[in-house]
């Protein structure tokens, strides 16, 4: 194995196991900080040894063995010795290396699930837990996670520089939240959980177009939340627009692993087992009652298409109505953005375009590449190509994903000799 081919595999094992292996490795430290130095120790140690002696068996519980080991050097070397001492001694003494593959794949005692309630503790603000948790179980760098929120990677960095550091001066403890302290909790869970799904589902950075293995730990996150809380009709909406969405996936590729959009998908390659998993945690929201919130809202859109023998019989007219319902508990220009692209569907690309016009001035959306490609899509339908070709370039510049980029760049050359 070469080197570069040794360092792609590397990557690709860090992305599916660095969120089960710092979890882990939380459980035993008590802090996430520690947890992520030593995980980043461990993929060193890889980066140093697999290519020469190939990527073993079990990678995760490779990087496991390799990350305690670092933990007990420095203990030795007192460098934890202040915080971790006891709490540190006693678990490596007591912990043997075969149980390594079993702590990456805990049970109902979820390693995963207290990492991303810890990493949401109301002590950060709001932004600090939904970016801690990216950085953390879903194995995204601090540029990913800054593009993720439209801002400068400088600002990301220091927000999750800040979010770890006060996580272990206010002590928060590793652990899942119990009743009356599991409510107020709940909303920046939910989000940290769908932020993942998407990376998973649209990754922003890489080669790859879909990670579904980032959308399976959200998946699992999801469906546990569920039963931890099951009176809560926006867990189960969540639960519902995941499902829904994952049963996509495979459609969402071409053997080729190049994006096909929405509307030229084979719907029989949609996972129909998910389909009915995510209509049935919808009814399960709608007989809780109250108010719909905005993943309940965005579950009932997902099933609108879910239902859609064809892209033709879509119901598109609801699906602006339930965008325009969202766009009044949530507001926001992406919600706007969707909304338009619903209008344009029901009523015309004139419709949806004069929406999308009023978003090209918004500052949060400068750096947003859907922008450009929803208005280049609009405006190719109206038979305006050369401006249609114009967005298609400054969407392809804007976006970070290489399969989106080419994919963009090809819809840009297909205009090239239309007016």
Same mark, same amino acid.
């Given at each position: 194995?070469?080197?570069?081919?040794?360092?792609?595999?590397?990557?690709?094992?860090?992305?599916?196991?660095?969120?089960?292996?710092?979890?882990?490795?939380?459980?035993?430290?008590?802090?996430?900080?520690?947890?992520?130095?030593?995980?980043?120790?461990?993929?060193?140690?890889?980066? +140093?040894?697999?290519?020469?002696?190939?990527?073993?068996?079990?990678?995760?519980?490779?990087?496991?063995?390799?990350?305690?080991?670092?933990?007990?050097?420095?203990?030795?070397? %007192?460098?934890?010795?202040?915080? %971790?001492?006891?709490?540190?001694?006693?678990?490596?003494?007591?912990?043997?290396?075969?149980?390594?593959?079993?702590?990456?794949?805990?049970?109902?005692?979820?390693?995963?699930?207290?990492?991303?309630?810890?990493?949401?503790?109301?002590?950060?603000?709001?932004? /600090?837990?939904?970016?801690?948790?990216?950085?953390?179980?879903?194995?995204?760098?601090?540029?990913?996670? /800054?593009?993720?929120?439209?801002?400068?990677?400088?600002? #990301?960095?220091?927000?999750?520089?800040?979010?770890?550091?006060?996580?272990?001066?206010?002590?928060?403890?590793?652990?899942?939240?119990?009743?009356?302290?599991?409510?107020?909790?709940?909303?920046?869970?939910?989000?940290?959980?769908?932020?993942?799904?998407?990376?998973?589902?649209?990754?922003?950075?890489?080669?790859?177009?879909?990670?579904?293995?980032?959308?399976?730990?959200?998946?699992?996150?999801?469906?546990?939340?569920? +039963?931890?809380?099951?009176?809560?009709?926006?867990?189960?909406?969540?639960?519902?627009?995941?499902?829904?969405?994952?049963?996509?996936?495979?459609?969402?590729?071409?053997?080729?692993? +190049?994006?096909?959009?929405? #509307?030229?998908?084979?719907?029989?390659?949609?996972?129909?087992?998910?389909?009915?998993?995510?209509?049935?945690?919808?009814?399960?929201?709608?007989?809780?009652?109250?108010?719909?919130?905005?993943?309940?809202?965005?579950?009932?859109?997902?099933?609108?298409?879910?239902? /859609?023998?064809?892209?033709?019989?879509?119901?598109?007219?609801?699906?602006?109505?339930?965008?325009?319902?969202?766009?009044?508990?949530?507001?926001?220009?992406?919600?706007?953005?969707?909304?338009?692209?619903?209008?344009? #569907?029901?009523?015309?690309?004139?419709?949806?375009?004069?929406?999308?016009?009023?978003?090209?001035?918004?500052?949060?959306?400068?750096?947003?590449?859907?922008?450009?490609?929803?208005?280049?899509?609009?405006?190719?339908?109206?038979?305006?190509?050369?401006?249609?070709?114009?967005?298609?370039?400054?969407?392809?510049?804007?976006?970070?994903?290489?399969?989106?980029?080419?994919?963009?760049?090809?819809? /840009?050359?297909?205009?090239?000799?239309?007016?």
């Amino acid at each position: 194995m070469t080197t570069s081919q040794a360092r792609r595999a590397i990557d690709a094992v860090w992305r599916i196991e660095s969120a089960r292996l710092i979890a882990g490795l939380a459980r035993i430290v008590r802090d996430v900080g520690v947890a992520e130095e030593l995980a980043q120790d461990a993929l060193v140690a890889a980066l +140093e040894q697999w290519p020469e002696s190939g990527i073993p068996d079990n990678p995760g519980a490779w990087l496991m063995t390799a990350a305690r080991h670092r933990a007990i050097d420095a203990l030795r070397h %007192k460098t934890l010795a202040e915080r %971790k001492h006891a709490q540190l001694g006693y678990e490596t003494d007591t912990l043997r290396p075969e149980e390594d593959e079993d702590e990456l794949d805990d049970d109902i005692g979820d390693d995963l699930l207290r990492l991303v309630f810890t990493a949401c503790h109301p002590v950060l603000s709001p932004e /600090a837990r939904v970016a801690l948790t990216l950085r953390l179980l879903g194995g995204l760098t601090t540029e990913e996670i /800054a593009k993720a929120f439209l801002v400068p990677q400088a600002t #990301m960095a220091q927000r999750i520089v800040r979010a770890k550091r006060t996580l272990t001066e206010a002590k928060v403890r590793f652990e899942i939240p119990r009743g009356a302290e599991l409510a107020p909790r709940l909303a920046s869970v939910l989000q940290v959980i769908y932020l993942i799904f998407n990376e998973g589902y649209s990754a922003t950075a890489g080669d790859d177009w879909v990670r579904p293995a980032l959308c399976e730990d959200a998946l699992r996150l999801g469906r546990i939340l569920a +039963e931890l809380a099951p009176r809560e009709r926006e867990v189960h909406g969540l639960v519902a627009l995941m499902e829904i969405q994952a049963s996509r996936l495979r459609a969402r590729v071409d053997l080729a692993g +190049e994006p096909v959009l929405l #509307m030229d998908q084979d719907r029989s390659r949609w996972d129909q087992l998910l389909i009915h998993r995510g209509l049935s945690a919808l009814e399960r929201a709608e007989r809780l009652g109250g108010a719909p919130g905005p993943y309940f809202l965005q579950a009932a859109i997902a099933a609108c298409h879910a239902r /859609a023998l064809t892209a033709a019989t879509t119901e598109w007219i609801r699906i602006a109505a339930l965008y325009a319902a969202l766009a009044q508990i949530a507001p926001s220009p992406v919600v706007e953005l969707n909304r338009a692209v619903a209008l344009s #569907m029901a009523f015309g690309p004139e419709a949806g375009l004069e929406v999308v016009d009023t978003l090209t001035t918004e500052p949060s959306l400068k750096g947003y590449h859907l922008l450009p490609t929803v208005r280049g899509d609009l405006l190719e339908k109206l038979g305006r190509a050369r401006e249609a070709r114009l967005e298609f370039e400054r969407a392809a510049e804007l976006a970070r994903n290489d399969r989106e980029r080419k994919f963009l760049l090809g819809r /840009a050359r297909k205009l090239a000799d239309k007016p």
